[in-house]
């Protein structure tokens, strides 16, 4: 019995590789056409959202998606999630609906294919170079100012296996404050049991998202930064809890 699942769990990772590059290789002239111009970045969003919804049906997740407030559309915002999984960058494609962008590890631009549209798409960062995170605030917000919204996982690593939730980065929070824009919690309640990054692992199943009330920043300096860090933090550890997440 244990051997079958070791089998099981070693077809399932290889079975979510192939539903990374599938869908990349068969939509790769969109792809491209998308990311020509800065300004067609919103039908790149577009067409990454129908290759997340892809993966996620084809590994047999079921999401349940909670919002206790609705985006409007034009407006930017910056989303932040715990971050414990592959599968949370194609959640939150699927949750969200305003156009994004995301700051991510620059690391995952080595991955074959999927990292040359990342690579092209996404704000890198390389945590270790205190440039690169200068950087990223100039990237970031010439982005705002073309209308998109930014996404950070802002615990910046994965935590280890038994950790629930690790402190957060101030970064995501410096720039929505810079930028005088909303701040939008979310919780992911199932990515870790479905997906985690520990290879023989997941299975199918639910994904539950809660979307929660936004947190405004119009008014606030970056005096504030740390009062802001922690209230979003607090949002999504005690949804963790309430989730039944330890």
Same mark, same amino acid.
């Given at each position: 019995m244990?051997?079958f699942k070791y089998?099981f769990w ?5 079975w ?10 068969l939509?790769?002239p969109?792809l491209?056409?998308?990311i020509?111009?800065?300004?067609w970045?919103p039908?790149?969003f577009?067409l990454?959202r129908i290759?997340?919804?892809c993966i ?6 079921k999401t349940?998606?909670t919002?206790?407030?609705e ?5 930017s915002y910056?989303?932040i ?6 599968a949370?960058i194609m959640l939150?494609?699927i949750?969200?609906?305003?156009p994004f962008?995301?700051v991510g590890k620059?690391?995952l631009?080595?991955?074959p294919l &999927?990292?040359f549209f990342? /690579? +092209?798409?996404?704000?890198?960062v390389d945590r270790s %170079? #205190?440039e690169?995170?200068?950087?990223v605030?100039l990237r ?6 073309d ?7 802002p615990e910046g ?7 629930l ?8 929070f ?6 005088q824009?909303?701040?939008?919690p979310?919780? &992911?309640?199932d990515?870790? /049991? +479905? ?5 023989f692992?997941? %299975? #199918?199943g639910k994904?539950?998202v809660k979307?929660?009330?936004?947190i ?5 300096t970056?005096e504030?930064?740390?009062l ?6 607090t949002i999504?550890?005690n949804?963790l809890?309430a989730?039944?997440i330890?």
């Amino acid at each position: 019995m244990i051997v079958f699942k070791y089998i099981f769990w070693l077809l399932y990772r290889i079975w979510f590789y192939i539903l990374v590059a599938l869908p990349i290789v068969l939509m790769f002239p969109f792809l491209l056409l998308s990311i020509l111009k800065e300004s067609w970045y919103p039908y790149f969003f577009k067409l990454a959202r129908i290759w997340a919804r892809c993966i996620l049906i084809g590994m047999g997740f079921k999401t349940k998606i909670t919002r206790m407030q609705e985006t409007n559309r034009g407006d930017s915002y910056m989303f932040i999630a715990n971050h414990t999984s592959m599968a949370d960058i194609m959640l939150m494609l699927i949750a969200t609906k305003n156009p994004f962008v995301f700051v991510g590890k620059a690391e995952l631009a080595k991955i074959p294919l &999927f990292g040359f549209f990342y /690579k +092209r798409t996404c704000i890198l960062v390389d945590r270790s %170079s #205190p440039e690169s995170r200068k950087r990223v605030f100039l990237r970031a917000k010439r982005r705002l100012k073309d209308g998109l919204s930014i996404c950070i996982f802002p615990e910046g690593l994965v935590p280890e296996e038994d950790i629930l939730l690790t402190d957060f980065k101030d970064g995501a929070f410096r720039l929505a404050i810079n930028h005088q824009i909303p701040i939008v919690p979310i919780t &992911f309640a199932d990515n870790k /049991k +479905r997906f985690s990054y520990t290879f023989f692992s997941g %299975s #199918p199943g639910k994904m539950r998202v809660k979307i929660h009330k936004f947190i405004e920043t119009k008014g606030l300096t970056v005096e504030d930064t740390k009062l802001i860090n922690e209230k979003s933090r607090t949002i999504i550890y005690n949804q963790l809890l309430a989730f039944g997440i330890k």
